[in-house]
C-alpha cells in the first residue's frame, strides 16, 4: 500500500524565503519574534456578563477563519502559509484540553511563538469572551447539549439546581455546597467554570467528587459523560438572541473618524492645505543596516555570495499581520561584511538579512528599528557546508506509544528527538515516502511522518530538507499501524545509535523482549500507562519484544482522553507536541493517495472488519475529514458508500 510524506515537514521553516512573498504582501512573523508592544493586560480571567455565543460567530467570521478554518479545523485559507500547523480549535479532543480562561489570554495576549496576534486591541473584553464561547460550541453539538440536558435534570438537578446554580433541594444537607455551573456570581465563587477544563469535567463526572457526588462511570456510558459536559458547558452562554454590545474597537473608532467634518475656514486654501498635510506626515529617518555572514564550518567565505535585507511593517495595529515593506540585495563583500545604504527606517519596521548558500536559505537574527535611529548592525549571519551524512544527527530519545482502541490494529506512534551538534547542515533528501536514517519495522502500513511542535525548524532544500546545526533538538514524528491479534510481535530497527529508547502502553498490555527493563506504571496527562526502557540502542541493530493483554477500560478501547493525553505528554519529555499537530496527522493517516498515471487504484485496504461500532466510528471519521478538505468529493461519497453498504449488511 502506497505512503504519503506529510508535506509539512518539508515546508516549515520556508515563510521568509524569498521566493515565496511579493512586496507589500501580508505574511507571519520569523521565528521568536516578539511584537515591540507590550503584552496586553489580562484582567480578571472570566466575564463580566455571560458570552453570547452567536454574537460571537460573526466575529470568529471575521477575525478567525482566515486562519483556523469555518469550522475551526485549522484550515482556513492562510493556514497554508504558516510555517506551523493552525490549532484546530474546533476539534473537541483540542477544546477538552483547555480552559476558557487559558483561550481567554491567548486571544487577549496573542502568541507570537504560534503566529497567533493579540486582539486585544481589536476586540473588547466582552467580544473576547463572546467568540470563545462560539469556539468552544463547535466541538458541542446541539443534538450532544439536548441529550446533556436530559441527563442532567435526571443525574444532577436534584443537588445542582435546575438552572446548574448549585441551589437544588438536596443542597443544604450536603456538607459541602455543590458547583455553581452557570458562573454567574462572580469572583466569589471564584468563576470555576472559566477555569474547568472539559476533560477535568468529564472526570469529575466519572470519577466523582469527594465528599459528595458519586462517580457516573457505571452507569453513564462515555457518550453520556461527553454530552452531560456539553451541557455543562452551555449554562455559562447567554443563548437568547444576539444583541449589540457597546464597543471601543479600532474599527468603531475609524467609523465615527470616517464622518465628515466641518471645514476649517483657516484651512480653505490650497496653501494651508498642503502646509497641514506636511506637518501631518512623519519625517522617517534614512540610515545604513550592516552585517557580517560567517561560514561557522570553518571554512572560507566562498565568492558570489549575494545578501537580501528584508524590512517588514505592521499594519495599523501592532497586533496585526506583518508585511513586506523593503526587499534589496547586494554582493557580499570578501570579508563577509555586507552595507545597506540610506535604507528607510520608520520606528517599528522589523529587519533580517538572507543568504542562500548550497542549495540551503540562512537567515540572520531580526531587529527592531527604533524612533530616530539611522544605523542597525543585524546580528551575524552564520551558514554552514552540506552534507548528506545522517551519521552526524544524535537521537537522544525515541518514545513509542501504542494505541490498541481500533480492533485487529495497533497504531504505534514513534516520536524522534534528534540534535545536531555538528559543524555542518545535513541535507535529508527523501523520495516523498520515507527518511534515511529512521526505519520501521517491515509489516508497518498506514505510514506517516511529521514535524514535533517545538521542534527547531528544518530548511528546505533541493530534493527534500536541512537540518541545520542547532542548540534546539529536532522532533519527528513517525506513525504506522500493525496488524494485531492478542499478540504482537516488533521487531524495531535503528538506523542511528538511541541513547534511550522508551515503550508506553494502556495499562493491562505487557512486553517481553530481553532487551527492555519494565519501568512500572507512569502517569501523563492524568492517564496511566505501563512503560518499558532501555538505553544505548547501537546504529544498524534493531530492538525485539513481543506485545500481549488488553485495554482495562469497559468499553475495551481507550478512554475519552487517553490518545491525545499520551501524544501531548509523550512530547513534555523532551519536544513539545501540540494538539493541532497531533490533529495533523491524525487526519492525514486516512487520506487515500490519489493512483499514479496509468495506475490502477488499489483498494483500500482496513482493519474494521465485521464491527458495527468501528465502522460508524469509520463514517464519522470520514465526514469530519471532507468537511475539513481533507479528501476530494469523489474518494468520499465512494468510500462513505463502501462503508454505508458494509454496515447495512451487519445490521
Known amino acids: ?39 496586553p493586560t489580562l484582567g480578571p480571567l472570566y466575564p463580566s ?120 433541594p438536596q443542597a443544604a444537607a450536603l456538607s459541602r455546597a455543590p458547583a455553581n455551573f452557570t458562573d454567574r456570581v462572580g469572583a466569589a465563587h471564584q468563576n470555576w467554570m472559566s477555569k474547568a477544563t472539559g476533560i477535568g469535567l468529564y472526570r469529575a463526572i466519572s470519577e466523582g467528587v469527594a465528599p459528595n457526588m458519586p462517580g457516573f462511570s457505571p452507569e453513564l456510558s462515555e457518550a453520556d459523560r461527553v454530552a452531560l459536559v456539553a451541557y455543562l458547558r452551555s449554562l455559562t452562554f447567554d443563548l437568547s438572541a444576539p444583541k449589540a454590545i457597546p464597543t471601543s474597537t479600532p474599527e468603531a473608532t475609524a467609523t465615527l473618524e470616517a464622518q465628515p467634518a466641518t471645514p476649517d475656514p483657516q484651512l480653505s486654501t490650497p496653501e494651508a492645505a498642503v502646509t497641514n498635510e506636511a506637518s501631518a506626515t512623519p519625517e522617517i529617518a534614512v540610515g545604513t543596516v550592516s552585517g557580517t555572514v560567517v ?39 570578501s570579508d563577509g561584511a555586507f552595507n545597506f545604504e540610506n535604507v528607510e527606517m520608520p520606528a ?32 551575524p549571519l552564520n551558514i554552514y557546508e552540506t552534507t548528506n551524512d545522517t551519521a552526524l544527527l544524535t537521537l537522544d530519545q525515541t518514545n513509542i506509544a501504542f494505541d490498541f482502541s481500533s480492533q485487529g490494529v495497533a497504531q504505534v506512534y514513534e516520536i524522534y528527538i534528534l540534535t545536531n551538534s555538528s559543524v555542518q547542515t545535513i541535507v535529508i533528501l527523501t523520495d516523498g515516502q520515507s527518511l534515511p536514517f529512521i526505519a520501521l519495522p517491515e509489516n508497518a502500513q498506514n505510514v506517516g511522518f511529521d514535524l514535533a511542535q517545538g521542534s527547531a525548524p528544518l530548511l528546505p532544500a533541493d530534493g527534500g530538507f536541512a537540518i541545520q546545526p542547532s542548540t534546539t533538538q529536532y522532533g519527528i514524528v513517525a506513525f504506522f499501524t500493525l496488524p494485531y491479534d492478542k499478540k504482537l510481535e516488533v521487531t524495531q530497527p535503528f538506523k542511528l545509535a538511541a541513547e534511550s529508547v522508551t515503550l508506553f502502553l494502556p495499562e493491562g498490555f505487557k512486553v517481553k523482549g530481553d532487551q527492555l527493563t519494565d519501568a512500572g506504571i507512569k502517569t501523563i496527562q492524568g492517564n496511566s500507562f505501563q512503560t518499558y526502557t532501555t538505553e544505548n540502542v547501537k546504529a544498524d541493530s534493531s530492538l525485539t519484544f513481543t506485545v500481549r493483554g488488553s485495554t482495562k477500560t469497559s468499553t475495551g478501547g481507550t ?70 478538505g481533507g479528501i476530494a468529493k469523489e474518494a ?14 451487519l445490521l
Open 559 to 628: 478512554s475519552l482522553d487517553t490518545k491525545t493525553s499520551l501524544i501531548v505528554g509523550l512530547g513534555g519529555l523532551g519536544i513539545v507536541l501540540i494538539l493541532a499537530g497531533v490533529y495533523l496527522f491524525f487526519r492525514e493517516r486516512a487520506r487515500p493517495v490519489e493512483p499514479e498515471e496509468g495506475e490502477e487504484e488499489e483498494t483500500p485496504e482496513d482493519a474494521l472488519g465485521e464491527d458495527p461500532a468501528s465502522l460508524t466510528d469509520a463514517i464519522l471519521a470520514l465526514d469530519d475529514q471532507f468537511k475539513s
Open 348 to 379: 517599528g519596521r522589523l529587519f533580517l538579512a538572507q543568504v542562500t548558500f548550497t542549495g540551503v536559505p540562512y537567515q540572520s537574527g531580526y531587529l527592531v528599528a527604533e524612533a530616530g535611529m539611522d544605523r542597525l548592525a543585524l546580528p
Open 1 to 39: 500500500m502506497k505512503i504519503r510524506f506529510i508535506t509539512t515537514l518539508l515546508l516549515m521553516a520556508v515563510v521568509l524565503s524569498a521566493c515565496n512573498f511579493s512586496l507589500a504582501e501580508d505574511i507571519t512573523p520569523p521565528p521568536n519574534y516578539v511584537t515591540p508592544t507590550p503584552a
Open 49 to 168: 456578563t455571560p458570552p453570547s455565543p452567536a454574537r460571537g460567530a460573526a466575529i470568529f467570521a471575521k477575525e478567525c477563519a482566515t486562519c483556523h478554518g469555518e469550522k475551526g479545523l485549522g484550515n482556513g485559507a492562510q493556514a497554508a502559509g504558516l510555517p506551523v500547523p493552525v490549532a484546530a480549535i474546533g476539534l473537541a479532543d483540542i477544546s477538552r484540553q483547555s480552559s476558557p480562561a487559558e483561550w481567554y489570554a491567548v486571544v487577549t495576549q496573542g502568541r507570537t511563538d504560534r503566529y497567533m496576534p493579540s486582539f486585544a486591541s481589536r476586540l473588547s473584553t466582552q467580544e473576547r469572551w463572546d467568540v470563545l464561547a462560539y469556539v468552544f460550541s463547535l466541538s458541542a453539538s446541539a443534538d450532544d447539549v439536548a441529550k446533556g440536558a436530559l441527563i442532567y435534570a435526571d443525574k444532577c438537578a436534584a443537588c445542582h439546581g435546575l438552572q446548574g446554580r448549585g441551589d437544588g
Open 636 to 649: 468520499y461519497e465512494k468510500r462513505r458508500a463502501e462503508l454505508k453498504a458494509r454496515l447495512k449488511d
Open 295 to 333: 561560514n561557522a564550518t570553518g571554512n572560507a567565505l566562498p565568492t558570489g555570495l549575494t545578501v537580501t535585507l528584508r524590512g517588514f511593517d505592521h499594519g495599523s495595529e501592532a497586533s496585526t499581520g506583518l508585511a513586506e515593506a523593503i526587499n534589496l540585495s547586494v554582493p557580499l563583500a
